[in-house]
């Protein structure tokens, strides 16, 4: 049987390091905005699809 081919060590920081990433917007606005949604939903006076644009399906579907 022969052996495999022994390929180059890659540097774990390349994957799982920190990268740089593109501008991202600021993320305050965001978080104060559904913070808010979600707390008037909590309280009733505003319905659960109202803040379906800003989270992901599965936690959507989780929600109902």
């Known amino acids: ?3 495999a081919q022994r ?3 890659f540097d774990v920081d ?3 390091g920190v990268q ?3 501008d991202l917007p ?3 606005p965001l978080i104060t905005n559904l913070t808010r949604c979600v707390i008037e939903i909590l309280a ?3 319905e659960l699809e109202q803040i379906a644009r800003w989270i992901s ?3 959507f ?3 109902i």
Do not use: I, K, L
């Open 57 to 59: 399906d599965d936690v």
């Open 7 to 9: 390929h180059d060590r």
């Open 1 to 3: 049987m022969a052996s």
């Open 20 to 22: 740089r990433t593109a």
């Open 44 to 46: 009733g006076a505003r």
């Open 14 to 16: 390349d994957y799982f």
């Open 26 to 28: 600021d993320p305050d």
């Open 61 to 63: 579907g989780e929600t």
